[in-house]
Structure formats: C-alpha cells, structure tokens
C-alpha cells in the first residue's frame, strides 16, 4: 500500500513531461492517490490529458488561475466529482521573458503585478478554494527556488515573485493550521523545464549548482516527485510552514548561486 493510498488531490501546472509537475504527478500516482489536473489553453491541453491519462486521472479541466470566475467553477467541479480534497500541489509561475531578460531595477508596474499574481497570489486563490474542501485536514504544496533568497543573475523578477510566495506559505500554513490543513513548499534546484526556458544562461546555472551542491550534481524531477508524496502523505503530518530544499544540498554550501 502506498503512502497516499485513498487519497485525492490536484496537481497544478503541469505543462510537458519535462514539468516538475509530472515528476509530482508520476510519484503521487505510484504511491496509490488519485490526481486531478488543471490545463490552460487547447494547446496546453493537447500536451496535458494525454499525461494525465497516463495516470489514470478522470479530472482534466481548464484553469486559468488569474480568473476568480475560471477558479470558482474549478474548484466547483472538484467538489461535484470527489466532494473533498486531501491535498494541492501547485507548481505555476509566470512572468514576462522581457521582465526576466532586462535588468531588474528597469521593472515595469505591470510586468511587476503579472509575475506575482501568476507566481505567488495565484497559491493563495487555490488555497481560499481548497481549504473548505480538505474536511478532514489535507496537505498543500507550492514549488520555489532558491533565487527566492538570494540574488541569482537571470532571475530577478521571478526571485521577488518566490519570495513572496515563500512568506504566503507561512502565512497560510499559521491561518490553515487551525483546520488541520499543512502548507509547505519545496525548493528545487534547477531543472530543465519549459519555465527554465526563459532563465537566461540557464545552463550555465545548472553547471555552477552541479559543482556546489554536496552530492556534486543536479536533482531531477522524480526526487522532487518522491519529496513531495512525502509531504503530502500521513508521513509528514508534524511538519507545516517549511520550505524544504531539494537541490542535492547547494543551498547549504558556501558558493554563490550565479552563473558568471
């Protein structure tokens, strides 16, 4: 039996079977939960059902998480399919490339506002949605980076868009803890994803947190998929409010994220 056996939950954002999303969907599945899952647009879909298919989901809809109507009637489908929730995993962000290429201090008020309603507000939507649905307590989960801590050259607009999101987990994790609901999230290192796309001399990145993690490589998709069926598992019921590092141990070493 497997440690998320009966259990029903959401995994948002995945995009491709590069998608951290997919490593999250592929481990919770393995570990017996039954998956839910959002797309945004046809040509998203035609990359996401076939994924979702293969792990047996029968909830595909469409979101768009910058919508309050799309999200209600989301969450409403949710609720007319399993009637409760167990837990939520997000794994969305979105910002500009020009926001992301330019130097951060030529930010614009827009690009500003898009990158931390998509990247971080959109976890507190779904979380407002989620929560009445977790009736016997539940798990939520959102994916960041270190860039959320330091300044990491290429990311810039995102990092302030992370941070945000690390302190709403917090937040949430002290509002929600009262309804038995845990709210953590996991930073990953960098992963060769369509979102790492628009990082600039993102391999680079890659090679320099290689070199400085203490397993002297990268993490992939499938260790942030197991870590996450952790911490929405039975398993990790003592543990909220953490952002949990998975990055082969960078972030404890001495070095500096960037790629000069």
Not at 166 to 182: F, H, K, V, W
Not at 202 to 227: D, H, I, Y
Not at 232 to 257: I, N, Q, R, T, W
Request: hydrophobic share 45%.
């Amino acid at each position: 039996m497997g440690i998320l056996e009966g259990k029903k939950g959401l995994v948002l954002g995945l995009a491709n079977d590069k998608s951290i999303a997919w490593g999250v969907a592929q481990a919770c599945k393995r570990e017996g939960a039954e998956l839910g899952f959002n797309y945004l647009g046809e040509q998203l879909e035609k990359r996401v059902r076939p994924l979702a298919e293969k792990v047996d989901a029968k909830l595909i809809e469409s979101l768009d998480v910058s919508d309050d109507a799309q999200l209600d009637a989301f969450f409403a489908k949710v609720k007319e399919q399993w009637g409760e929730l167990d837990f939520m995993v997000h794994s969305i962000a979105f910002a500009n490339k020009d926001a992301l290429r330019n130097p951060f201090s030529h930010a614009t008020r827009a690009d500003f506002q898009l990158a931390l309603d998509i990247s971080a507000y959109s976890f507190i939507a779904c979380a407002q949605r989620a929560a009445p649905l977790m009736k016997e307590g539940g798990s939520m989960l959102t994916m960041t980076y270190l860039g959320a801590e330091r300044a990491v050259p290429g990311y810039g607009m995102m990092g302030v868009a992370k941070a945000a999101l690390e302190a709403s987990t917090r937040y949430l994790a002290q509002d929600l803890g009262t309804q038995g609901i845990r709210v953590n999230a996991i930073s990953a290192g960098p992963i060769r994803t369509l979102a790492a796309s628009a990082v600039g001399d993102f391999r680079k990145l890659m090679e320099k947190s290689a070199r400085g993690s203490m397993l002297g490589r990268n993490v992939s998709q499938n260790e942030v998929g197991n870590t996450t069926a952790y911490l929405l598992s039975d398993m990790a019921s003592g543990v909220s409010g953490e952002v949990h590092y998975v990055d082969a141990g960078f972030h404890v070493g001495a070095g500096d994220p960037g790629i000069e």
